[in-house]
């Protein structure tokens, strides 16, 4: 389809410039248009696919803020408090690029528990939450206005995440929704209650889909100091999708509907 367009963007263009001139000019016009077209289109597509480091900061540095504020950090817990049940930790550091006083946010929890406890500061205030499509969405009320250029840190823990019978889904994913500086992912989980080979970082292109996958996922060691699997990435691109991945030894879960299943945050 963006194939077509290219060459009919050429054939206008080669229309307006030639205007009846030479035929084999005027051919020969298109054909150049739109291998030039076709090639840039081409370099993009590949420049949005890469994982490279340097790409990521290149992006990260030419993207403008859709919202109010942009994350200089996000950090994303789960944490195993028993087998049966898990604490989900989000902290949020921002700078505002315009004023704002509220702060929206969502998850989706795939256990079978439903009476979940948000909280935050206690100058805060949490709205919510309502739910829209399996999806749990709240809105932080900060009580104040931050002022442009000025930061702001936001904490959030949802607590009675009980999951008994092993329902919910080993896979922990966050959304970027914004320009973000860096983001950590941390599943806090005993050692001996994990296959020791299954936890892997995925990262996706615009769904948590299987076609939307990007490179091979990397393998993720035990990190005694944090006592979980934890990764630190940079420049994580607007639009992209990250996500801890991993199978129980004694209980393994079939994660096949990563589209469906799935922890995470969309703004």
Known sequence: MKFIAIIGFAMALEAFWYQGDNQINSTIFVVLVTAILYSILFVVNRLKESKNKWIDLFFYFVTRCKKEYYFEKIEITYDYINVNE?????????????????????????????????????????????IQLGYKYFTIDLKKTVQKRSPAHIP?????????????????????????QEVEILVKVPKDLISPSSPKLYVFSREYAEEDIIGEPEPLNYNEEKHGFFIPISYPRRGRKYAIEWSWKENPVDINDKNEQYIGIKG
């Open 86 to 130: 898990i604490e989900y930790r989000k902290n949020y550091n921002l700078v505002a690029v315009k004023k704002f006083n509220k702060f929206k946010d969502r998850y989706r929890w795939t256990g079978n528990s439903e009476n979940h406890k948000i909280i935050t500061k206690d100058e805060y205030d949490v709205e919510g939450p309502t």
């Open 156 to 180: 959030i823990i949802i607590r009675n995440l009980k999951d008994p019978e092993y329902i919910s889904r080993p896979f922990l994913g966050v959304a970027i929704t914004e320009k973000t």
